[in-house]
DNA sequence: TCCTAGTCGTCAT
DNA sequence: CGACTAGGA
């Protein structure tokens, strides 16, 4: 779902660019997307619930490749479902169940072409899934949470507040949840078509002084997402022009005139569905996420004035900060089974280069782990004189040693963690 | 021109 | 999940 052809709209400041421009940078992993199609790739074991590693080898690949440009990886994983989004996941389990039958009975009738195609259509990702591909990246030093909902909340938290300064997915509500910096259709070169926030005024083509990003929010939630239904017949052109109509910050008066600025008689805007906006407007705003710096819970913007954790239960139920903290640390699924014994601690006294000039390159659990911050704006990606270089470099194989490059050298193996087949 | 609902592809040989 | 599209308002 998403926001349906919110991309498409945005075409006019997508820019092709390549993950290379971000050497040195953090990059946040939405990692669903990639756990998703490499389970493609080997979605008949899955089914039948043989052993195989194929998807972890997929999403290595892009890692890896990731690594080779001197870029410091964060997989972020789902975690909990969002009490408003259980019927959506029941469905999806009928679904997949209904398929799973459906390839069965093909499969006994000898159409094993047909029977595939049912197949892969009762892909789940499981949670050992998510697991395994946790310790095949930790085994490289790379970082890894488990958001305490969803994973888009939580990439948005990490772009936010510096940690991250790209943020790699396939999700377009990514741009809702205020992301800074998003690459989209990444393929395993690096390749991919970069969406920046400053550049959504543009995008609706709203003079600076009356855009507002609550106005670019309000504009995709009119025209339907994942928490809210549309209004009937309104998709992101006529959200756009309604938006643009008014000078309205209110929410609930700017819905009382949407049949007004758009002209359409026969439409209704209910009590109910104001408030359903207002809950669903508040779960992007302040859906809970998990700071690893302080190792506590925290809406991703900080409540208005009168506003409790407990009147935005619909936004992610409060729950203990360490149960949060073993499930980011991916020690724990979500029905609070113990699954892995990873402790952040013992690496933190391993670093001993030159991470005093650059912390960010520490894991985030490492006490002295700090934020690399924002990209000033504009530097990145298209610096011609930079991108000349990098390439010239490259070509020369004389590429100046990173810190991150001795820090991997230098890494001294982890400590066993539960690890099942994966080697 | 815009919205809607349905279908197809995601891997990799 | 998005891309694409035929069909309807």
Redesign the pocket.
């Known amino acids: 779902?998403?926001?349906?052809?919110?991309?498409?709209f945005l075409k006019n400041i997508l820019t092709p660019s390549h993950i290379r421009n971000y050497r040195g940078c953090t990059v946040a992993i939405d990692a669903y997307c990639w756990l998703?199609?490499?389970a493609?790739?080997?979605?008949e074991k899955l089914a039948a619930g043989e052993k195989t590693d194929?998807y972890v080898?997929?999403c290595m690949?892009y890692i890896n490749m990731l690594l080779s440009y001197d870029i410091k990886p964060i997989l972020v994983l789902d975690g909990c479902h969002l009490p408003s989004k259980k019927n959506?996941e029941k469905k999806r389990r009928e679904r997949r169940e209904l398929n799973r039958k459906k390839a069965a009975q093909l499969l006994r009738d000898g159409k094993r072409k047909e029977a595939r195609?049912a197949l892969?259509?009762c892909?789940d990702i499981t949670p050992q899934m998510a697991l395994e591909l946790m310790n095949a990246c930790r085994d490289k030093g790379v970082d890894c949470i488990t958001a305490p909902y969803e994973a888009?909340a939580q990439l948005a938290y990490l772009s936010q507040t510096g940690i991250a300064q790209v943020i790699i997915t396939?999700?377009?509500?990514l741009i809702l949840f205020g992301c800074h910096t998003i690459m989209?259709?990444m393929?395993?070169s690096g390749a991919g078509m970069l969406i920046q926030n400053k550049d959504l005024n543009k995008a609706m083509k709203l003079q600076d002084a009356h855009y507002t990003f609550d106005k670019f929010r309000y504009m995709c939630m009119l025209?339907?997402c994942?928490y809210h239904a549309?209004?009937?017949?309104?998709?992101?052109?006529?959200?756009c022009?309604a938006m643009k109509l008014t000078r309205q910050i209110d929410v609930r008066l700017i819905l009382k005139k949407i049949p007004m600025l758009l002209n359409i008689r026969n439409l209704t805007v209910s009590a109910e569905y104001i408030e359903g906006f207002i809950r669903a407007d508040n779960t992007f705003l302040y859906q809970l996420v998990f700071d690893p710096l302080s190792r506590k819970l925290t809406p991703l913007n900080p409540y208005p004035p009168g506003v409790k954790a407990e009147d935005m239960h619909y936004a992610g139920p409060p729950m203990s900060p360490d149960h949060a903290f073993q499930l980011a640390l991916g020690n724990m699924d979500i029905q609070g089974n113990r699954i892995a014994n990873f402790d952040p601690a013992p690496r933190s006294q391993s670093w001993i280069n030159d991470t005093e000039k650059t912390p960010y390159l520490l894991s985030i659990w490492d006490p002295n782990y700090k934020p690399r911050g924002q990209v000033p704006e504009g530097e990145e990606p298209t610096r011609p004189s930079t991108k000349g270089k990098e390439v010239l470099l490259q070509a020369m194989g004389i590429s100046k040693p990173k810190a991150n490059e001795q820090r991997r050298k230098s890494e001294p193996p982890l400590k066993p963690i539960k690890k099942g087949w994966f080697r």
Do not use: R, W
């Open positions: 779902m998403g926001i349906q052809g919110l991309l498409p998703h199609k490499g493609f790739a080997c979605a194929m080898y997929y690949k959506v195609d892969v259509q892909i888009d396939e999700d377009s509500d989209f259709k393929d395993t025209s339907g994942d549309n209004l009937p017949g309104i998709g992101l052109s006529k959200a022009k």
